[in-house]
């Protein structure tokens, strides 16, 4: 069962949206939730080391929103569990999609910020 792990700010701005995989009979186990998001908050954590997991893909990212600056003690992460007929590969490539929507997005609002300055 394929899952995405949305890590919004306050304003829900979109951090990041990993995405994962679990054994299908796990999904309706009360606490998967939970342990989902506290594998995902451990391995945000790691971005700010020297030694960033594979997981992460070695990314390195700043502890604030981009957008609004809210630190990192302030972000949710919201699991939403895909469609069972989606795969592990077409999850990925549909948030590669969001990823490059959300990269113009932020490059419009720095050049509008940029023009204000
Ligand atoms: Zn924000």
Known sequence: MVYVAQVLCPLRHCILAPVGEIPEELRDHPDVKAEIEKFVRAEMETTLTDRP????????????????KATMETWTVEITFLPANLD???AVALMKEGELEQLVHRLYLDQQKAQMN
């Open 53 to 68: 997991s594979k997981w992460m893909r070695g990314l390195r990212m700043n502890p604030w929103c981009h957008l609004c």
């Open 88 to 90: 592990f590969a077409q």
